[in-house]
Each structure stands twice: as C-alpha cells, then as structure tokens.
C-alpha cells in the first residue's frame, strides 16, 4: 500500500471521535464504538494514520478494504485486527464494515499488571493478513465481551470502575489468545508446508553463501520470504512445535556446523564466519551452551 501524503498523527481518542465525527467518548482513556457509526470526510479517505493508543477491531466487510502496513486485506467474511500504538493504518476510499472497535490508551492500564503484560499478547505485532477468523461460537463471546466493556462505560464511574474495565480487556485479549492457537491448529496442514519451507529456505541459505554475505539467517528474513510477520511466524512455529523460530535457525546453524566439523579440516574461525558469525567466540558460545561441549571437543570424537 503505497501513499504519498505522511501519516495523520491521532494522540487522543477524543481527537479520533472529532476526526471520525462520533460523539464525545464517554472516557477519555476508553472507547468502544459502533463502526457503522465512523464517517471519514472525502478529505480524510486516503489518508493513513498512527494512532497513540490500542486498537481491537471485529469487523465484517460490506465494502471496501482496511489498510495496513504494506497491503489491503477483506474483512468478507469477519474478523478481528489488532494494533499498537504507533502502527500504520488506512481505510480505502467508500471502505464500509459493520462491527465494533476498542480504543485504548497505554495511560489507561499504566499502573496495572496488563499494562506490563501487553508484550505478551504478540497478535498486536501481526499483520492484517494474519488476522484473526472467528467461528460462530467465538463471535458470540468476542461480541459478548465488547457488549459488556460498553455497558460498563455507561456506569457513573466509582472506584472500582477501572478495575472492572480493565478485566474484561484482559479477559478479551486472553480469549483471542486461545482463539488463535486454535486458528494456529486448525491450519496445522498449511503450516506444516510453512515449516518444511522454512527448512529449505536455511538450507539454502548457508548452501548458497548467503551467510558469508549476510550474516547469520534472522526471523525477519525467513518471514520475509514466506510473507509473514516476524512475531506470527515465531508463535505459529512455536504452536507446531513448541518452539520459535529463532530456536529453529539456531538447530540448522547446529546442524551445519557438526557437518563442517566431521567432515573437512577448516578451523574452527573459519566455520563461524562460513555460518555468518562476526566472532569466533560467539559461534563457540552457542555451541557449547546447546551441545554442553566445545567445537573441538565434539571434532575430536571423528579423529
């Protein structure tokens, strides 16, 4: 998705109401609103913004695509996005949904557990081509949940009205947790093909010399070439397998460099830098942490 104007900078969500000519929020921290209800002046259609706070979106499609980052994705069929604050995002001209969407701002759970645990809910990281897809039974909760933050915010506010919000924000972000592990499941075929890939592609990485040109392999290249995000190509393979991507590089790196010990007389330098490693000392690190023995000791088992 390309766009030649800057990004529309939206700090407050009393400023995004303003902007999107909704009524005043009934929190300043805290907003849930009927997307039916958003209007974009003409002036406003091509325009991407950043936004200063959290965005949870269900939206069903009636026309039109949500933009975000690079690309376009079609809510057809329903779904759910999330973003973080500080995130592109863009609505293609007489782009229309139904649906709901949470604003939240950082300041708002500051000072609570969540707001040190939101690092932990790595949809926000995804793109929009990884979105979330609900069955029926999982709208009927997501739905439920919104509802139930809505009805809250029309509470006169007592003491205990933060505290109540912010559980059920928590208890919406762990059910889409659980929603994507099994969306993570129910594609297990898919993603087998995405691993069996991935191996191929570090294979071909260290056969082709990449490595002595570019460095060690990164999570960001791997889901770069299968057109995924870095953090949902890490919790995918961490769902398959149990373990991340990183920990599959590191197993490939291990692989190679047992074959290049057994097999040939370089150095134990000269293997580090033909697997990409600026240093020596690190390429024995992460041997010896993973194997619990050094490079020549393992070498000297094949003499």
Sequence with gaps: MNNNLS????????????????TKPRHPLLSVVD????????????LSFVMGFYVISYKKSTNGKMGYGQGYYDFD????????????IATEQNAEYSGFSIFVHPDFFRNYPLGKNMRKYGFFSYATNEALHLSEAEQIVILNLFKSIDQ???????????DVLISYIEVLLNYSQRFYKRQFMTRKAVNHDLL?????LLDEYFDNGFSLEK?????????????LSPRYLSDMLRSLT??????????????????????????????????????PQSFNKLFKRKMNLSPLDFRSNFN
């Design 7 to 22: 990004p529309l900078r939206i700090e407050s969500i009393s400023e995004l109401h303003n902007l999107l000519h909704l």
């Design 35 to 46: 997307t039916c209800q958003m209007k974009v002046d003409e002036s406003n259609r091509k």
């Design 77 to 88: 069929e329903g779904g759910m996005m999330f973003t973080a604050p500080n995130q592109i």
């Design 152 to 162: 809250e915010l029309n509470i006169p506010i007592d003491e205990t009205s933060q």
């Design 196 to 200: 069996v890939r991935m191996e191929e």
């Design 215 to 227: 460095g060690l392999p990164t999570v960001e290249y791997l889901a770069d070439q299968v057109n």
């Design 242 to 279: 149990g373990e991340s991507a990183q920990y599959h590089i590191h197993e490939k790196l291990l692989e190679k460099a047992k074959i290049y010990l057994s097999t040939t007389q370089l150095t134990v330098a000269e293997i580090a830098y033909q697997l990409g490693f600026e240093q």
